[in-house]
């Protein structure tokens, strides 16, 4: 017997109850149990005989108890678009859709762009409200429309010198403080003159990117220079990275293995290609370690996860990936079958190598698994006495290959 639609979440703004729809008013007042948080509680009137419950924190505690009334008229507020980096998404994966009903109000990003007649479309919508700020170095392009919910009143300060560090201080900063509300105030100063220590904590801000010359923008094409990563001369080559992350072929939201990850640059962009990709990555030289997790925050993907040991070993209890790549210990034992143990149906594995030894191991792993076999050699020009010429780097060998989905 199916419960119904006993959870409501309704969106709030600024302007509290003479904002809310009239089916936004009859679902709080229509609840038994009202949740949210202290401010947003206190923009409604006391009902007689509600149970009122500001949430905890973590949010996460509370969603036992918030099981607990499935049944119920449960009725939560949240800030504006509760389905856009709100607590409607995030109660989405504890309770079906089929039991919730979710009335929005104008979301944040929706009030910005409004007042700076910007079109959303063309905006890009991040928060930082419990992330790392370094998510924003990818979307620092220029001409970018950035529109961001704070995490409290130091982060338009942060995101000022984040963008003066990137060479984008000429760019436009906008902060508008409660939106929609009589406390509300607006903010403006290019990143460069940005002087405000602090603003209210509820801040949402625009960046409209300016590039100063010689700006760090991050490409959208694979291929990095070698030099934007820390590295101890262990690291994928830009032309043979790029052609290793075809072979790989991204998706959204897929997981990689970097498996020998040595500088992290596979793994980075991998991550790279899409805000939703995730990568763990395999390294066990203990100078390495940091290399790797300052590789990841300077170019944009923070979340890059870290498994500390030596294949095949670290690969255990591992979530399975999607694809991965083998770039070190290629000839250890036991590495390249239990790579492609884990690898899904359907899953990519690739893997590059140098000396013959490691050549060895691809060419015996074509014949048993089959895919594709490639050589890539590059040469770049350098000095030759008062001239010019071609030094070719070593040749590097690729192999990829599919999972099949039938044995």
């Not at 969106?11 to 009859?26: C, K, M, N, Q, V």
């Not at 947003?40 to 969603?63: K, M, T």
């Not at 700076?116 to 700020?133: E, F, K, N, S």
């Not at 640059?265 to 290609?273: A, F, K, Q, T, Y």
Request: aromatic fraction near 6%.
């Amino acid at each position: 017997m199916g419960t119904g639609r006993w959870l409501t979440i309704v969106g709030i703004g600024e302007d509290g109850w003479d904002g809310l729809s009239p089916a936004a008013r009859a679902a709080v007042e229509g609840a038994s149990i009202l949740l949210g948080g202290v401010r947003h509680l206190g923009l409604v009137a006391v009902v007689a005989g509600q149970e009122r419950s500001a949430w905890p924190s973590p949010l996460a505690d509370a969603i036992p108890g918030l099981l607990a009334r499935r049944g119920q008229r449960v009725c939560v507020l949240a800030s504006g678009d509760p389905s856009w980096y709100g607590v409607g998404a995030t109660l989405a994966r504890f309770v079906p859709a089929a039991e919730t009903t979710v009335i929005p109000a104008a979301s944040a990003f929706s009030l910005a762009a409004a007042r700076l007649g910007w079109p959303v479309q063309d905006c890009r919508c991040l928060t930082i409200h419990g992330r790392p700020l370094e998510l924003v170095i990818p979307h620092l392009q220029p001409n970018a429309k950035l529109l961001l919910l704070s995490w409290d009143g130091t982060s338009p300060a942060k995101l000022a010198a984040l963008a003066r560090a990137r060479g984008f201080g000429a760019s436009h900063l906008t902060v508008l403080e409660a939106m929609g509300g009589p406390r509300e105030r607006r903010i403006d100063a290019t990143a460069d003159a940005w002087s405000e220590e602090r603003v209210a904590d509820l801040n949402t801000i625009a960046l409209e990117c300016v590039a100063a010359p010689g700006a760090r923008i991050l490409p959208l094409a694979p291929g990095l220079p070698d030099d934007w990563f820390e590295h101890d001369g262990q690291i994928t080559k830009r032309e043979v990275r790029a052609v290793t992350l075809s072979f790989l072929a991204p998706r959204r939201g897929d997981l990689l293995w970097d498996v020998g990850a040595g500088s992290g640059s596979i793994g980075i962009e991998w991550m790279l290609r899409d805000p939703a990709n995730r990568a763990i990555a395999v390294e066990h030289h203990d100078e390495r370690f940091a290399r790797i997790l300052a590789n990841a925050a300077a170019l944009g993907v923070p979340g890059l996860t870290l498994a500390r040991g030596k294949a095949p070993a670290a690969l255990d209890g591992l979530e399975p990936p999607d694809a991965i790549f083998i770039g070190g210990g290629l000839t250890a034992d036991g590495v390249l079958d239990a790579c492609w143990t884990a690898l899904p149906p359907g899953g990519r594995l690739a893997a590059n190598a140098v000396t013959l030894e490691s050549e060895a191991v691809l060419i015996a792993a074509h014949k048993r698994f089959g895919g594709e076999l490639a050589q890539v050699a590059v040469s770049r020009a350098s000095n030759v006495g008062g001239f010019r010429g071609w030094r070719p780097s070593m040749p590097v060998t690729l192999w990829r290959v599919e999972k099949p989905w039938t044995a």
